[in-house]
T-cell receptor, first 114, second 117 residues
Framework: ETGVTQSPTHLIKTRGQQVTLRCSSQ?????VSWYQQALGQGPQFIFQ???????GRGNFPPRFSGLQFPNYSSELNVNALELDDSALYLC?????????????FGPGTRLTVT | AQKITQTQPGMFVQEKEAVTLDCTYD???????LFWYKQPSSGEMIFLIY??????QNATEGRYSLNFQKARKSANLVISASQLGDSAMYFC??????????????FGKGTHLIIQP
């Protein structure tokens, strides 16, 4: 048990809709990263938040956005959903950005876009 | 840009045998870290082992060891005395250090390991 939780567990949305996924980091962890894992693939880095600001981003369009709150929770928002957005979305938290070795993943949210 | 290559989509291994999962990488970053994660069917990524690019010795964590060959750019995971509970997806990943911690992990496509009784 890593102490990182995500909600909801599963979600079904329609193409064009918007979705918000939530992550609760381990207490004291002020860095959170989000990953997208398509079926049969490895996770891909979406972005990272440190002290409530985005400080790193992968190759994802602006319709993927996030928020991080002072209570160690964070959100991933995806606008204008596309079928290819169907994936497992993982969040990972750590004490600080340079401490990747101590990065703990949550169980993920499985998003299906129809 | 960083790249991880895992060439074994799936492996079948007899229980109690040792298993080696292959991983090669490519990066222009002079300093980097290499990771192995286990992902059971539940979806959670479980950290197994870490190797820094300047570490002199190969990393070990219990039954897991990392065979790091820097010149060959390989970072193979060795699991000794495999157990039925080791059946899962295994991902090799890396991260450059020069980005100040703002870069995410780059993952390979994974190896599906099945331990047979």
């Amino acid at each position: 048990e890593t102490g990182v939780t995500q909600s909801p567990t599963h979600l079904i949305k329609t193409r064009g809709q918007q979705v918000t996924l939530r992550c609760s980091s381990q207490s004291g962890h002020n860095t959170v990263s989000w990953y997208q894992q398509a079926l049969g693939q490895g996770p891909q880095f979406i972005f990272q938040y440190y002290r409530e600001e985005e400080n790193g981003r992968g190759n994802f369009p602006p319709r993927f956005s996030g928020l991080q709150f002072p209570n160690y929770s964070s959100e991933l928002n995806v606008n204008a959903l596309e079928l290819d957005d169907s994936a497992l979305y993982l969040c990972a938290s750590s004490l600080r950005p340079t401490q990747a070795r101590e990065q703990y993943f949550g169980p993920g949210t499985r998003l299906t876009v129809t | 840009a960083q790249k991880i290559t895992q060439t074994q989509p799936g492996m079948f291994v007899q229980e109690k045998e040792a298993v080696t999962l292959d991983c090669t990488y490519d990066t222009s970053d002079p300093s980097y870290g290499l990771f192995w994660y286990k992902q059971p069917s539940s979806g959670e990524m479980i950290f197994l082992i870490y190797q820094g690019s300047y570490d002199q010795q190969n990393a070990t964590e219990g039954r897991y060891s990392l065979n790091f060959q820097k010149a060959r750019k390989s970072a193979n995971l060795v699991i000794s005395a495999s157990q039925l509970g080791d059946s899962a997806m295994y991902f090799c990943a890396m991260r450059g250090v020069s980005g100040g911690g703002a870069d995410g992990l780059t993952f390979g496509k994974g190896t599906h390991l099945i331990i047979q009784p």
